[in-house]
């Protein structure tokens, strides 16, 4: 199994500003994913997290918005550009290739964010 | 990616067993079924996943249908813990997971 630490937990932040989430794992893994969750909605997710190069996104997502980095195999930030009310969401990372479990994704406790 | 349907919302009572159906009548032969689950104010975690045989693990049963165009969650004795949103997702090895809205499995005591 894998620990995954969000920083910080949870935040308020003014419409206009950024915020930067902070991903870290206890052990080196071949896959992290970032995921955002609209209040009362199911995941949606944001892009892969690729090591060493740009991230992967998907569709509706692009890198302006949400830069996302990924400098070794256990740390990633994704950082949330320009807010706007509209982005009051838990973010989530996840993680996958940890040991043998190449199938079983780890999820990170979530950052819950609020704009106002 | 395939699309799965699950029931928006589901109830047991404690200690009886529970199955959670999901169809997915698009999947392709390379799709692996994973279930996961998302407590509340909680990360979603991993069930079970299987691709042709019925799985067995120490959380949960997977039965996959003989064409594959559905597959059932089965769990042996619902505890109150188990009061979660379930989702059913197809992945063909990409680990990129899509989810669907789930469904709501309520355990009355």
């Known amino acids: 199994s894998a620990v995954i630490s969000q920083k910080p937990s949870r935040d308020i932040c003014q419409r206009g500003t950024s915020l930067t989430i902070q991903c870290q794992v206890d052990s080196q893994v071949t896959m992290m994913f970032w995921y955002r969750q609209q209040p009362g909605q199911s995941l949606t997710l944001i892009a892969t997290a690729n090591q060493g190069s740009e991230a992967t996104y998907e569709s509706g997502f692009v890198i302006d918005k949400f830069p996302i980095s990924r400098p070794n195999l256990t740390f990633s930030t994704l950082t949330v550009s320009n807010m706007s009310p509209e982005d009051s969401s838990i973010y989530l990372c996840?993680?996958?290739?940890?040991?043998?479990?190449?199938?079983?994704?780890?999820f990170g406790p979530g950052t819950r964010l609020t704009v106002t | 990616d395939a699309k799965t349907t699950q029931p928006n919302s589901m109830e047991s009572n404690e200690e009886e067993p529970v199955h959670l159906p999901c169809n997915h009548s698009t999947i392709s032969g390379t799709d692996y079924i994973h279930w996961y689950r998302q407590l509340p104010s909680q990360g979603p975690e991993y069930v079970i996943h299987g691709l042709t045989s019925n799985v067995n693990n120490r959380m949960a049963s997977l039965a996959i249908a003989e064409d594959r165009k559905s597959s059932t969650l089965i769990l042996h004795r619902a505890t109150l813990r188990d009061a979660a949103v379930y989702y059913c997702i197809l992945d063909s090895n990409t680990g990129k997971l899509i989810f669907g809205q789930g469904t709501t499995l309520q355990v009355k005591p």
């Open positions: 996840s993680v996958e290739g940890i040991g043998t479990d190449n199938y079983e994704q780890y």
